[in-house]
Nanobody, 116 residues
Framework: QVQLVESGGGLVQPGGSLRLSCRVSGSFFGPYVLGWYRQAPGKQRELVAAITSGGSTNLADFVKGRFTISRDYAKNTMYLNMNTLKPEDTAVYYC??????????WGQGTQVTVSS
């Protein structure tokens, strides 16, 4: 079983930056994908960024050029660096892990609010 714990959310002004962290514990026993999703009030949860066990990354078009995803293998932690934040980035951000053997795992979520 895999456990995911997010941290780093908060209130930031438009144009500001935040870094989210997702600490990963447990074993995958094979290839996996880690990702960041977000869900704004009244909207569906959407993929923001993903990184594979091999290190390949993918970013949603609406965050390209502003967000980056990375992983520190020594710390078992995934990061989402968010720059030039906009009010429409306001959402609960969730860490996710997918693999063929363990299925889907989710963190508890962390609130990001972009407001002046």
């Amino acid at each position: 079983q895999v456990q995911l714990v997010e941290s780093g959310g908060g209130l930031v002004q438009p144009g500001g930056s935040l870094r989210l962290s997702c600490r990963v514990s447990g074993s995958f026993f094979g290839p996996y994908v880690l990702g960041w999703y977000r869900q704004a009030p009244g909207k569906q949860r959407e993929l923001v960024a993903a990184i594979t066990s091999g290190g390949s990354t993918n970013l949603a078009d609406f965050v390209k050029g502003r967000f980056t995803i990375s992983r520190d293998y020594a710390k078992n932690t995934m990061y989402l660096n968010m720059n030039t934040l906009k009010p429409e980035d306001t959402a609960v951000y969730y860490c996710n892990a997918k693999s063929g053997l363990i299925g889907d795992s989710w963190g508890q979520g962390t609130q990001v609010t972009v407001s002046s």
